[in-house]
């Protein structure tokens, strides 16, 4: 982490690529003009934007409840801070907290829901061409009927008794 830190110049925000295990991971590294930095390392599925959001809000809180003034030190994980479990259990699932995330996975939703709707359609589309073809086929076949018993008179008569 203070490597990737180190990296950074003071103000910017940086996604390293690393690959671990045989799995692509990012350790996204927020650095603040006053030398404070964050890291926070996720798969390759975590959204990019989200996770420099996590960093930076956490930054921001850190500073907060220092009072700005937060202890030196060469050493890893040298200043305490409970709120960093909270932090990051919020930011477990991207679209609980960032309004985007949840944006993009309703979208996603509305997606599916409206490729069932037009499957339904196009079937329902393919039914009634179907009734069509048999309506066009029905009112063929009554025409053919209805010439052949014109061309011949006297047969609805003989058929049917009226006379």
């Given at each position: ?34 030398g ?12 990019e ?66 490729q ?17 073809m ?30």
């Open positions: 982490m203070r490597t990737c830190a180190g990296k950074i110049i003071p103000g910017e925000f940086a996604r390293i690529d690393h690959e671990l295990h045989g799995k692509k991971v990012y350790c996204y590294v927020v650095s603040k003009v006053n404070i930095a964050g890291c926070l390392i996720t798969d390759d599925k975590y959204p934007r989200v996770a420099f959001d996590v960093v930076d809000n956490f930054l921001d809180e850190y500073q907060d409840s220092c009072g700005g003034k937060w202890p030196q030190s060469n050493t890893d994980n040298c200043a305490v801070f409970p709120e960093l479990e909270l932090v990051m259990e919020q930011y477990q699932d991207p679209a609980s907290v960032d309004n985007i995330e949840r944006i993009k996975g309703d979208i996603a939703e509305s997606k599916q829901i409206m069932k709707s037009l499957d339904t359609l196009l079937e329902r589309g393919q039914k009634i061409e179907d009734l069509l048999h309506s066009t086929k029905l009112s063929m076949q009554t025409k053919m009927m209805y010439k052949s018993a014109t061309a011949q008179p006297g047969w609805f008569d003989d058929c049917c008794g009226l006379t």
